[in-house]
């Protein structure tokens, strides 16, 4: 399955609108809030059609998932959005993170614990906001500008922490040269909070991929929050979209992908948008002297103006930090 399905509950006392447009949508939130009531009326749809005195509209067929055999019903349910509530066991574990992988269908998640199996966006994280009979989804992580937390334009890192350990890494380690950033690698999303733990009293610039951080964003948002503006964050897609986003590839179909990725992202192919930007850029270098390799960084990439033009993409986060404002240095 892939691009943007609206989908539309209601009975004559509560009304849902929301949109989805990844393979993985976690909605939180307290008791109360609307997720249990919204699981429900999908359930009596799926079990009593137009008897139900539900209305439900999507061009997707919706449905849940809560059987203890939810491997064999899993295995029958194609091209649809399966919708599973947070009393279900299995969606923490390994077993259901396999079992999804290679399935055409989307999955919207009721769960209040975080995921660790599941490479789910920190934008696909939403809560339930109710307004009278009528309810939304509301993103749970609203940054500064889309992609940074806690922004501050005077902010001075005594380091960088990124969570890639080669090609990203070795990238960002030019871009801090010749300054009092120490760039450092935590090996993958799920180090960082532990790497901050280690590191309460320093100021910390965090770069990670936000396709995959989903899991992780709300204890490193809490970890801010108790910081006192110590810590600010960055989540791109990845570090490999920032690159097809900077344009310095100078491709019209690159272009169209990154305007509207989920339009090109199948979930059948891709478990994560991180995994579809490492191959696409992957696949448009293949063979040239821009070739990009996730093992090491090409130095095309690193040149003066690319790299600008890379760093760019982060909604002006370097640009309007005299800190880092060196062109001609990079």
Known sequence: MNGKHEISV??????????????ITVVVGNSATGKTTLYELIYEHMRDG?????????????????????????????DSIV??????????????????RKTDNYYVIFNREK???????????????????YCRFEKRYISDNQLVYNKHADFVPEFLVVEDAKSGFQFFQVVVQNKKTKCVSSKGNSNIIKWLE???????LIIADGAAFGPYANDVVTLIERTSGN???????????????????????????????SEYIFSEEFFSWEKFFTDLLEKSTQGTYREYTKKEINNYYLSSGNAERIVSVLNGLFDENEHFSSKNEL
């Open 10 to 23: 209601s009975n004559r006392d509560i009304s849902f609108k929301f949109t989805l447009e990844r393979n």
């Open 50 to 78: 137009e008897h139900s005195g539900i209305n439900l509209l999507c061009d997707k067929k919706c449905v849940v998932l809560d059987d203890p055999d939810w491997k064999i019903r899993l295995r029958r349910i194609k």
């Open 83 to 100: 919708f599973i509530d947070e009393g279900a066991d299995f969606i923490s574990g390994k077993e259901f993170a396999r079992e999804i």
């Open 115 to 133: 995921l660790k199996e599941l490479p789910y966006s920190v934008e696909a994280v939403y809560e339930i906001k109710r307004s009278g009979k």
């Open 198 to 204: 280690k590191h309460r009293t320093e100021k910390v």
């Open 231 to 261: 810590i600010m964050l960055c989540l791109p897609e990845s570090f490999e979209w920032m690159i097809l986003a900077s344009g310095i590839l100078a491709d019209k179909q690159i272009s169209d992908v990154i305007a509207n990725p």
